[in-house]
């Protein structure tokens, strides 16, 4: 089995910065697309970052874009969510999200991921 399991979230006032990560363990997978999604309470799950694992092509929804960095490192099969200037509007829980099939479907979608970890809660105060 798989595990993802995130990490680094908290509380910190807009404005700041927070750098998340995502541990895979358990059986060995192949990784070809990695995601950041997060979900606001009352809000559906939405993508946030995702990353291709070979070749590094990363991709981002417009509210992070120039804010946020996805990045990925093999050694450590871990995968990074670099956020800066952080605003109350981005306070969700965040989960990362593994696609170990080579879907066909969208980067941005959730079905394109079928691991996923517990999430973790980030909260930005005003």
């Known amino acids: 089995q798989v595990q993802l399991v995130e990490s680094g979230g908290g509380l910190v006032q807009a404005g700041g910065s927070l750098r998340l990560s995502c541990a895979a363990s358990g059986r060995t997978f192949r990784r070809y697309a990695m995601g950041w999604f997060r979900q606001a309470p009352g809000k559906e799950r939405e993508f946030v970052a995702a990353i291709i694992w070979s070749g590094g092509s990363t991709y981002y929804a417009d509210s992070v874009k120039g804010r946020f960095t996805i990045s990925g490192d093999n050694a450590r099969n871990t995968v990074y969510l670099q956020m800066n200037n952080l605003k109350p509007e981005d306070t969700a829980v965040y989960y990362c999200?593994?696609?170990?099939?080579?879907?066909?479907?969208?980067?941005?979608?959730?079905?394109?991921?079928?691991?996923w970890g517990q999430g973790t809660q980030v909260t930005v105060s005003s």
């Open positions: 999200a593994a696609d170990s099939r080579n879907s066909d479907m969208s980067l941005y979608s959730r079905s394109r991921y079928d691991y």
